[in-house]
């Protein structure tokens, strides 16, 4: 496969479910290294298509391709390439830790030698080697999370399929999660990841498919989706304590279209147009106003907003080619699991 | 008004009427009848029967007997470990629903769908009056006996449905308990007769009366040998038998046990892990996977070591089937069967190839099942194998588990060669006798394959339900035949024979390739 290949490659994909059509016709590729996010509502096709992404499913109608590999001729070499970790855990109850991953190293063919070296690293990646002789249906939700992603990486894939990963996951054991994925993208990994926490993926992901009752409603890179609604901006300005005299500072810049104050906060929500203004006025002028400015930053939420747009009915859709999007990190060849 | 405790009652009672199952259920009846009473009919007119009404009564009261027997062990075993077992049922215990109401709707229910589907026989059964050889009170007797052993069925289960965590431990020890009832008195009066307790004229009155009172009062509480007293020609006894009495009285009393023992056996809520009833796991060890444990193989370790349970697995059956062959040792003994080395090899050779067979039949309901209800087949189906590969491994690492159980038949083989020698001669040594060898195991290969198919489709009670069917579709298919090939003589029983072999081997190959598919559509949709 050439460096420039996409890692996942869709084209008019169709599956239907008796007569319920889940999939209507998408398109989208995913670059090699990048984490991809995919997002939609319940019953947009999500599952759908990761399944047959996983091979679980095959493609009724369209082209789908795993490292060129078209996913229902070559379903052995795309699963040899692909972990896919599914909404749900997929545990042995009765096995510890350390047999569950050995199993499934064995499984893929490996030996007792390479068994012991891969299990060593998956469980050091996902933080478990305390735990590699602890029963799983002792473990709590967090850790099996882990064990599924440490079993999706045995064989050391090249692609990840994740499924809502954090899903019911509390705030640390997300965050934990969060930065696993990326270490992973250090490792050369490409990540496709489908979840609904919109704002954990703008921070995670280089790209985002979002899909609505079976259609792409946009593909292309996170940058993409804020600039989607053209030449607004959207910052949030944060102070070390109130300023009342900040609000009418910030109005009075040109191109300043509103400003707006959360409560309880010391926070400033700035709406400008960027062909009038842009961030360093708007910052000099709060500093100039005598404000202690902790942070200013684009308002992340308008990923959320964004969602919303989208996936209104009526709206048509934006696609992006996510090859433009910000270059991923270089992969690394020689990353294991 | 609705009373509170009869809310979830009422909803099962409507939601079991009302379920496509029960319409299949039903018609499945019907079909039942239908073909006992087709042969019967024909072997009347040509003068084989003198009493086909008694013949017909018979029939459907010991298919109703195993049938009720059946539903003990999945149907009303699975009242409360289901709810168990999805976690649900500390959210029912959390509502307003008290004790007895949970217990009236999730058994009681059941108990009502069964008892109507015995009673909707009635009508068609009075056809016995008019065969001949019956009379209504022999039918009105055989339908009370089998309802008060269906009402004495569903609440043993229901108490052990309700004392264990997951159904096949609670559907486990209603089968020997029921075993026990059904069986234990013959061994008890025999054992009473030769330990020289004084029995008869001397007994008579006298507390050393007390045992062969108990042991008869017991005999004459088994449905099975009230209905061997219903079917003895000239019958006249009471339609209501202590049997009866005795039933409904131990049936009611193993429900207020339920509801005393239902607060303190299902308090906490457990998770309810597969695989792990044949050993007491801690809660950390070592890996048990051995060292050259490679590729597919891994699979068949799986399926070995966790659903077949392993080792201690294997030695448990070794020890079930070494059980039963003490007890029929002792119970032959008792009856003046001489224990001799052809008795021996022959016991060792039958009750290794039945254990064997049930402990197959148990595996092939198990072992897809167990994946699916813990969603682990998705993972499964991920590895870089085909869902063939992936099965027939799982397969190989069951059958590991179970068939070195045979060994016993071996030593049985090897301790009286001659009489096999002599056996499979007599089997081999016409066309008839040697493809009735054939479709004898054909056939069990096919109800391996169809327990195994329904345990993919339905949550519970594959293995009844695969016992019924074949039973239906047999009885269909010998019948029809019979019709066909009954003037052949023995030419005729050899091709009939040949027709079912094919059918059977058709019907299993169909399967086999419909598990394979069925198994991908649940992994996908997992």
Request: proline share 4%; aromatic share 12%; glycine share 10%.
């Given at each position: 496969m050439s460096d420039n290949q996409p890692t996942i490659e869709i084209r008019d994909l169709h599956h239907a479910y008796k007569r319920q059509q889940a999939v209507r016709g998408i398109s989208?590729?995913?670059?090699?290294?990048?984490?991809?996010?995919?997002?939609?509502?319940?019953?947009?096709?999500?599952?759908?298509?990761?399944?047959i992404l996983a091979t679980l499913l095959k493609p009724q109608r369209g082209r789908v391709r795993v490292f060129g590999l078209d996913v229902g001729a070559n379903y052995k070499d795309v699963r040899r390439k692909t972990g896919f970790m599914p909404d749900h855990f997929s545990l042995y109850?009765?096995?510890?830790?350390?047999?569950?991953?050995?199993?499934?190293?064995?499984?893929?063919?490996?030996?007792l030698q390479e068994r012991t070296r891969v299990v060593g690293d998956v469980l050091a990646l996902t933080d478990m080697e305390s735990r590699r002789n602890e029963m799983i249906k002792g473990l709590s939700r967090g850790m099996q999370q882990r064990i599924s992603l440490a079993r999706v990486l045995v064989h050391d894939p090249a692609l990840l399929l994740l499924d809502e990963p954090a899903s019911g996951l509390d705030p640390r054991a997300r965050i934990e999660l969060m930065e696993i994925i990326r270490e992973l993208q250090r490792m050369g990994k490409t990540i496709f990841i489908s979840s609904h926490i919109l704002s954990e993926l703008a921070l995670l992901c280089d790209s985002v498919t979002i899909l609505d009752r079976g259609t792409v409603r946009y593909s292309g890179p996170i940058s993409g989706l804020h600039q989607r609604d053209g030449d607004t901006g959207d910052y949030l300005l944060s102070l070390a304590e109130d300023h009342p005299g900040v609000?009418?500072?910030?109005?009075?810049?040109?191109?300043?279209?509103?400003?707006?104050?959360?409560?309880?906060?010391?926070?400033?929500?700035?709406?400008?147009?960027?062909?009038?203004?842009?961030?360093?006025?708007?910052?000099?002028?709060?500093?100039?106003?005598?404000?202690?400015?902790l942070g200013f930053q684009e308002n992340l939420r308008q990923l959320n907003q964004a969602f919303m747009d989208l996936t209104e009915p009526g709206v048509p859709p934006v696609m992006m080619d996510a090859a433009k999007a910000a270059p991923p990190p270089a992969p690394n060849p020689g990353g294991a699991a | 008004m609705k009373i509170p405790a009869f809310a979830l009652f009422e909803r099962s009672l409507r939601v079991e009427t009302r379920a496509p199952m029960m319409s299949w259920v039903r018609a499945g009846?019907?079909?039942?009848?239908?073909?006992?009473?087709?042969?019967?009919?024909?072997?009347a007119r040509m003068g084989v029967y003198a009493a086909p009404g008694l013949h017909f009564l018979e029939e459907m009261a010991w298919v109703n007997f195993v049938f009720i027997t059946l539903a003990g062990l999945s149907y009303f075993a699975s009242a409360i470990t289901e709810e168990k077992e999805e976690m649900m049922l500390g959210l029912l215990r959390m509502t307003d629903l008290s004790p007895v109401a949970i217990l009236l709707g999730k058994s009681t229910s059941r108990l009502v769908g069964a008892l109507l589907l015995l009673v909707v026989q009635v009508p068609f059964v009075l056809l016995a009056v008019t065969l001949g050889g019956v009379g209504l009170s022999q039918i009105a007797a055989a339908y009370a006996t089998l309802l008060a052993y269906l009402f004495l069925v569903s609440n043993l289960a229901l108490l052990f449905s309700v004392a264990f965590r997951n159904t096949s431990t609670a559907a486990g020890v209603t089968l020997g308990v029921?075993?026990?009832?059904?069986?234990?008195?013959?061994?008890?009066a025999n054992l009473l007769q030769n330990s020289g307790w004084p029995t008869g004229i001397?007994?008579?009155?006298?507390?050393?009366?007390?045992?062969?009172?108990?042991?008869?009062?017991?005999?004459?509480?088994?449905?099975?040998?009230?209905?061997?007293?219903?079917?003895?020609?000239?019958?006249?006894?009471?339609?209501?038998?202590?049997?009866?009495?005795?039933?409904?009285?131990?049936?009611?009393?193993?429900?207020?046990?339920?509801?005393?023992?239902?607060?303190?056996?299902?308090?906490?809520e457990k998770e309810n892990a597969p695989g792990g009833r044949w050993r007491i796991g801690p809660k950390t060890r070592q890996s048990r996977i051995p060292r050259g444990l490679i590729g597919s193989k891994a699979i068949s370790w799986k399926e070995f070591t966790f659903t077949s349970g392993g080792r201690i697995g294997l030695l448990i059956k070794f020890g079930v089937a070494g059980v039963l062959i003490l007890f029929c040792n002792v119970f032959f003994q008792e009856l003046g069967q001489n224990l001799d080395r052809e008795f021996e090899g022959g016991l060792l050779i039958w009750i290794s190839i039945l254990a064997t067979a049930i402990f197959l039949a148990l595996d092939a309901g198990r072992i897809f099942r167990e994946e699916i209800r813990w969603k682990t087949l998705s993972s499964l189906v991920t590895l870089p194998i085909s869902i063939p590969e992936l099965a027939y491994r799982k397969v190989a690492g069951a059958l590991a588990g179970t068939l070195?159980?045979?060994?016993?038949?071996?030593?049985?083989?090897?301790?009286?060669?001659?009489?096999?020698?002599?056996?499979?001669?007599?089997?081999?040594?016409?066309?008839?006798?040697?493809?009735?060898?054939?479709?004898?195991?054909?056939?069990?290969?096919?109800?391996?394959?169809?327990?195994?198919?329904?345990?993919?489709?339905?949550?519970?009670?594959?293995?009844?339900?695969?016992?019924?069917?074949?039973?239906?579709?047999?009885?269909?298919?010998?019948?029809?035949?019979?019709?066909?090939?009954?003037?052949?003589?023995?030419?005729?029983?050899?091709?009939?024979?040949?027709?079912?072999?094919?059918?059977?081997?058709?019907m299993t190959v169909i399967l086999h390739l419909a598990i394979g598919r069925r198994l991908a559509d649940v992994a996908a949709q997992e």
């Open positions: 989208f590729t995913v670059d090699r290294g990048a984490i991809h996010g995919f997002v939609g509502p319940n019953g947009a096709g999500k599952t759908t298509t990761l399944k109850r009765q096995m510890t830790v350390q047999e569950y991953l050995d199993f499934f190293a064995a499984a893929y063919g490996m030996n609000e009418a500072t910030l109005r009075s810049v040109s191109g300043v279209i509103e400003v707006t104050k959360p409560a309880n906060a010391p926070q400033y929500r700035v709406t400008f147009r960027k062909k009038e203004t842009d961030l360093n006025l708007l910052l000099r002028a709060a500093l100039d106003g005598g404000a202690q400015v | 009846l019907l079909i039942m009848i239908l073909f006992i009473l087709l042969p019967i009919q024909s072997m029921l075993l026990f009832f059904l069986l234990a008195h013959f061994w008890l001397h007994a008579r009155g006298g507390i050393s009366s007390v045992p062969y009172k108990f042991v008869d009062l017991w005999r004459q509480a088994t449905p099975s040998d009230r209905l061997g007293t219903i079917f003895e020609t000239g019958f006249t006894g009471p339609v209501i038998s202590f049997q009866v009495l005795s039933n409904l009285v131990i049936g009611v009393l193993l429900f207020f046990v339920s509801w005393m023992v239902f607060e303190p056996c299902t308090r906490e070195p159980v045979l060994i016993g038949a071996i030593i049985g083989i090897a301790l009286i060669p001659k009489d096999v020698g002599d056996f499979l001669s007599d089997v081999f040594g016409d066309t008839a006798g040697t493809f009735g060898f054939i479709f004898a195991i054909l056939q069990f290969i096919l109800f391996l394959h169809l327990t195994a198919f329904l345990s993919l489709v339905i949550k519970r009670g594959a293995m009844p339900l695969a016992i019924a069917i074949q039973y239906l579709g047999g009885s269909f298919l010998m019948t029809f035949m019979g019709m066909l090939f009954f003037r052949g003589g023995a030419d005729g029983a050899a091709a009939m024979l040949i027709i079912a072999a094919l059918f059977c081997v058709t």
